[in-house]
């Protein structure tokens, strides 16, 4: 029997109580245990929820796009492009020619391309592209072949004029390159590999390019729309499908994203020259020309090196006659800055023949002006 007296004072009193259950004791490891369990689930999981929010986020900005792109309205964007196409299409021809060496005649068919300026039948091509050739024959957009005669051409801008006669011809509209600003849209159009009236895009990439080519009086545009074998001549435009360039070159054998035109403002100079009289004449100085290097900047005494470093005088030459010496350098022609050796033979040519021009030089680190009356260049 259980006694009924509490036990005495100095007897410490018995937990739990007898008949009793034990109480279980707490573990100090459990919390740990349960907080590393949370975290690896938290793991587990956290990839998939940070990919759903991702999706939904980028899902969220695709419908932005979709609900916008109807107000941008690049349907009559593309429609745009498509009408400026079939513009400019029916007026890029195919030029075929025929090449003999006296013993054998062979021809080459689908490698070259042409635009006509002019509805009496003018078309402007490369003159590479008919150089020596004894028969040249203008495939038009409506399968017509037709010959060609050549009205005039210019090896140092590659440069050709021909004439057909045929009617219902459409011309191609000149543009103004002078005007064209890098990075503006453009299309090439041509007959690449003999795929007729094949349509290229890109953007202009520089203007101005010198040295791309051996001849002194060549700049051109460059651009990265497709440009290969057979656009040689085909027209570059611009978003009016105008033509701002002539397609003249390219890096490599094919295409590789850069390609050369010739800049409508010159072709087209070019071309009235060529349709009135044949032939070009390009203004004469008669100087063995080189660059301003840093070198000359001490030696001469120049403040940096602008201008074109006359390295020799023709006997009799028009620079002879002025009083030009080597070892000036030509600073201004014609009212012109003259950026470097290369822009001065371009401004040099482009100067009408008898023309009287003030050249402005620099001889023993002092300014002098002179007065140049331009010649004709020898052929």
Do not use: C
């Not at 001065?344 to 620099?362: F, H, N, Q, Y």
């Amino acid at each position: 029997m259980d006694s009924m007296y509490p036990p005495p004072e100095n007897q410490a009193p018995t937990y739990p109580p007898p008949g009793a259950m034990p109480r279980a004791r707490s573990s100090p490891r459990l919390p740990i245990m349960i907080t590393v369990l949370v975290a690896l689930i938290a793991l587990w999981y956290l990839p998939y929820y940070l990919n759903r929010l991702e999706y939904s986020k980028t899902q969220g900005e695709v419908q932005a796009i979709r609900e916008e792109l109807p107000g941008l309205k690049l349907d009559a964007l593309g429609k745009a492009f498509g009408l400026m196409a079939r513009q400019v299409g029916p007026s890029v021809v195919h030029i075929d020619t025929t090449r003999g060496d006296g013993l054998r005649t062979y021809q080459a068919q689908g490698q070259a391309s042409g635009v006509i300026v002019d509805v009496a039948g003018y078309v402007v091509t490369n003159f590479h592209v008919i150089e020596g050739a004894s028969d040249i024959t203008v495939g038009l957009s409506d399968r017509r072949s037709l010959p060609a005669e050549v009205i005039g051409f210019d090896a140092g801008t590659d440069l050709a004029v021909l004439k057909i006669n045929a009617d219902g011809l459409i011309a191609a509209e000149w543009g103004d390159s002078d005007k064209l600003e890098v990075g503006e849209l453009v299309w090439a159009v041509g007959n690449p590999f003999g795929l007729d009236r094949s349509i290229t895009f890109g953007i202009l990439s520089a203007k101005g390019r010198r040295g791309v080519v051996a001849s002194p009086y060549q700049e051109f545009l460059q651009t990265d729309a497709a440009v290969n074998p057979g656009n040689s001549g085909g027209p570059l435009v611009d978003i009016e499908g105008k033509i701002v360039g002539i397609n003249t070159a390219i890096v490599g054998p094919t295409y590789q994203g850069i390609g050369f035109a010739i800049p409508s403002n010159t072709a087209r100079e070019i071309y009235d020259t060529l349709k009135a009289s044949g032939t070009v004449e390009r203004g004469y100085l008669g100087t063995g020309l080189g660059p301003v290097t840093q070198e000359a900047v001490k030696t001469l005494g120049l403040k940096d090196t602008v201008g074109a470093l006359v390295l020799q005088v023709g006997r009799g030459s028009p620079a002879e006659r002025a009083g030009i010496e080597p070892g000036d350098v030509i600073m201004r022609w014609d009212g012109k800055e003259v950026e470097d050796h290369g822009a001065l033979s371009l401004m040099v040519a482009r100067t009408p023949v008898g023309k009287e021009v003030e050249v402005v030089l620099i001889r023993d680190g002092k300014e002098q002006t002179v007065e140049v009356v331009v010649g004709r260049r020898p052929n």
